[in-house]
Each structure stands twice: as structure tokens, then as C-alpha cells.
């Protein structure tokens, strides 16, 4: 066998130097295979060698092993959020709040826009009372209206109020003093008519405050003096002044329910409201 192997040895000394390699390869397998048998050593641990040999004579394995994980498996997995180059990039920030596009309403605009239009006619109920002597009328007057509230007062306890005396109540100023002393919340006002005729606006004011406050559920105290002729025809006169209660209207305020204390067989008529803002020239009224 030691014969044999030498045969081989100066054999392949004559060949090229790739076979040489190859033969080498070859010869030290061979001779590994030998001496395991010589030694009577088992042939496990020498397979385990031959590969190894093979291997790093291939080179192709080594190689294969030094690549990192990302040049040996190359990654399939897609982008999480790909999009194609063309779309329009996401904006990244809110759109801001609409402008308001006017200013905000006033409270008193929009309060007076949304209050209910005054009915096209109201009388108010009352409990009419004459007056008890000749120089009562505005304290009648007086009491007429604010009955049409719901209060009570008596004739002789507003007289005094009012500074009524022998010679009648001073004037409208006198009237609403009293009535706003008597009322909630003070509404009344004072509205005089200069002059011996009313004018168009006055006449016009004399409506809209008989509406307002009747809507309200407050009679009007009106001092008139001069004369005057009722829807009915008849004729009221009272040269030296008089107290009468407005308790109601019709036909959006152009005709006024009069509460006329003077006398009890005739306590309530209509009259046009031109005709009373006329027949208040020179005084006035609390509305």
C-alpha cells in the first residue's frame, strides 16, 4: 500500500498544477481514509473533516457566509405608507375656523325685531267709577286706569296724591307721577301737545303710546279741555279741563274706548284718535 501511494505522489508531480490541486485533494482524503483505518479509529470524525476540506476548496460556501443578513436575503416587504409620486401631500395642519361675516346682532335690535305685533284691537277690563264731586275727575281718571291693572285705590287717597284741590289737578305732570308711584316698574311717561291743534306727528305718537301701553295692560290718563263729538255723535264739552281714562283701541289704535267719569249714565264712548290728540291740545297725557 506504501508503494502504491508513492506511485500516485510522483504521478501527479508531472501533472498541471489545477490537477495537482484537485489530486491533492484526493490524495488527502485517501490518505485520511487510510490512517483511520490504521489507527482502527472510528469514521464519523473523518467524514466530518472531508467536508470541511471540500468546502473551503470550493470557496464559494465561505463567501456565502460573510455576507451580512441584508446582502444575503434582500427585503420584500413594501413600504407602510407608499403613495404614488404624483398625489398631492396631506395637509398637516387645520384649516382655520370660519370668519364670522357680520357682527354680532344687538340685543336691543334683535329684541324689538322679535316682539309680537300689537293685536289690531284690545279693551282692557275695568271697573269704572264716576267721580264723587265736581272737581274729582283726575283722581277718577286715575283710579279708572290703574283698575284696568288690577289695583284698587280710592278717589279721596289719590286726590291727595295728586294735590287735587278745589280747582281741579295741575296737569299731565301730576298724572304720571302718581300712576308711576302706583305701578311696576315706573312705565309711564309724559307727552304734552303745545299749541291750540295737534300736529300729524302728535297725533301719530298719541297712537302708537295708547297701543303700547294698553298692549302693556295699562290705561292712558289723557287731560283734554274744549269739546269733542263721540263715533256715536254726541258731544262732550268741558271748556274749563277734564280727566278721562283711555281703556281700549280698535282699527290699530285709530279709534280709542274712552272711560269718562263725568257721568255715570254714559260711562264709555269712541273717538277717533286725531280727535283726541286735538281735543289734549294745551295739556297733555301719561302714557
Not at 501527479?12 to 482502527?40: D, H, K, N
Not at 293685536?119 to 279708572?144: E, M, T
Not at 284696568?148 to 298724572?175: C, H, I
Not at 280727566?243 to 267719569?261: F, K, N, P, T
Request: hydrophobic share 40%; aromatic share 6%.
Amino acid at each position: 500500500m506504501k508503494h502504491t501511494l508513492s506511485r500516485q505522489l510522483r504521478r501527479l508531480a508531472t501533472e498541471r498544477p489545477y490537477q495537482i490541486a484537485a489530486a491533492s485533494a484526493a490524495a488527502l482524503v485517501l490518505a485520511t481514509g487510510i490512517g483511520a483505518a490504521l489507527a482502527g479509529t472510528e469514521e464519523t470524525p473523518a467524514a466530518a473533516h472531508t467536508t470541511t476540506a471540500v468546502a473551503e476548496l470550493r470557496g464559494d460556501t465561505a463567501a456565502s457566509r460573510n455576507q451580512s443578513p441584508a446582502e444575503a436575503t434582500p427585503s420584500t416587504t413594501a413600504p407602510s405608507s407608499a403613495a404614488p409620486s404624483s398625489a398631492a401631500p396631506a395637509s398637516t395642519t387645520a384649516s382655520p375656523s370660519p370668519k364670522p361675516t357680520s357682527a354680532a346682532p344687538d340685543p336691543d335690535v334683535t329684541s324689538k325685531k322679535a316682539a309680537p305685533k300689537p293685536p289690531a284691537s284690545k279693551i282692557l277690563k275695568y271697573d269704572h267709577q264716576a267721580q264723587i264731586n265736581g272737581y274729582y275727575c283726575g283722581p277718577a281718571a286715575v283710579r279708572n286706569a290703574l283698575s284696568a291693572a288690577g289695583v284698587e285705590r280710592g278717589q279721596d287717597a289719590l286726590a291727595g296724591q295728586l294735590g287735587t284741590t278745589y280747582a281741579g289737578t295741575n296737569s299731565a305732570e301730576d298724572t304720571t307721577r302718581v300712576l308711576n308711584a302706583t305701578v311696576e316698574g315706573s312705565p309711564y311717561e309724559t307727552t304734552m301737545i303745545r299749541g291750540g291743534a295737534a300736529t300729524p306727528a302728535q297725533m301719530d305718537q298719541l297712537q302708537a303710546d295708547v297701543v303700547a301701553a294698553v298692549t302693556d295692560g295699562r290705561g292712558v290718563v289723557v287731560n283734554v279741555a274744549g269739546s269733542v263729538t263721540d263715533t256715536a255723535g254726541r258731544w262732550h264739552s268741558f271748556p274749563g279741563g277734564h280727566y278721562v281714562a283711555v281703556v281700549g283701541y280698535e282699527d290699530g289704535g285709530r279709534l280709542v274706548r274712552i272711560a269718562d267719569s263725568a257721568d255715570a249714565s254714559y260711562p264709555s264712548y269712541w273717538v277717533s284718535t286725531i280727535d283726541l290728540a286735538n281735543w289734549a291740545a294745551t295739556r297733555g297725557y301719561s302714557a
